[in-house]
């Protein structure tokens, strides 16, 4: 059991890692767009007792939400 939860911690750090190199060239409203809609599939997947149609709505309405939301001057 030990085995499992150590190969699950390192594909999850490999994960996290492949995530923060991928944004690297992203604009701040892509990235916003990439945490919306990861936050919204969150939101949705909880909301709905994890049905894949909320999760994918929560994802759509909140990649939505963070492609408009703009920095303040």
């Known amino acids: 059991m030990k085995s499992i939860k150590q190969l699950v911690a390192g594909v999850s750090l490999a994960a996290v890692a492949l995530g923060m190199v991928g944004c690297a060239g992203m604009s ?18 909880v909301l709905t007792g994890g049905s894949a149609i909320g999760t994918v709505g929560g994802a759509a309405v909140g990649g939505v939400i963070g492609n408009q939301v703009k920095p303040t001057r």
């Open 28 to 45: 701040n409203q892509d990235k916003n767009t990439a945490i919306g809609a990861g936050a919204g599939a969150v939101v949705g997947g």
